[in-house]
């Protein structure tokens, strides 16, 4: 755990007119509602699930997009083939691959969705609440740690679609509470996880080892 960079990771960057201009190159429109995943797209990472609950709530929802930022891995757990298809053809999935500058994504997107099934502690997490966004994550190490259920985020169980999709539209009902929350999103983040704070906190360590040797 290395912390977070809050002066790189801050929403002020991105004015209204950047985020505008980048939903424009995106293709979507002003009004569409953006569930957004940062990682790489295979099953471990929960991408099946993500897929097909999106799939349902968009059904409802057509003013919902799904983007998806990260590489495909074909080697290493695969996603289902009906998956990746519908990624690649569904106009409301939005896949862009590897990105190296995040951060307008996560500008642009109104909850970050992570639905992993493992994890060490996830620093995108970290990453999406500095950027003031809320978070949907399962119930595993690191990202149980992040979320505080219900105030910066929504802790659901491991694999399971239909639950993720019913968080969906959960939000999708209540979603003019998001903007309630993104100050405190990000506070979670710059009290816990600031790097600077983090880094005292490893130095501070090292130095109590030392002195009780």
Known sequence: VNGVDLQYF???????????????????????FIFLFVGRLVGDKGINELTQAFLQVNDKFPDTKLLLVGPFEEQLDPLLPAVKSEIEQNP????????????????????????????????????????????????????NAIVK??????????NRKDELALNLENILRKKQDLAKSKNVCRSLIKENYDQYYVWDCIKNKYYSLVDNN
Do not use: C, W
């Open 10 to 32: 801050d929403p002020a960057v991105f004015s209204s007119s950047d985020k505008e201009d980048f939903r424009k190159k995106l293709n979507i429109n002003q009004n569409d």
């Open 92 to 143: 409301s999935i939005v896949s862009l691959g590897f990105q190296k500058d995040v951060r307008p994504y996560f500008a642009v997107a109104d909850v970050f969705v992570f639905p992993s099934h493992r994890e060490g502690f996830p620093n995108v997490l970290l990453q999406a609440g500095a950027m003031g966004l809320y978070s949907i994550v399962t119930d595993i190490s690191g990202s």
């Open 149 to 158: 259920n219900g105030i910066n985020g929504q802790i659901i169980a491991v």
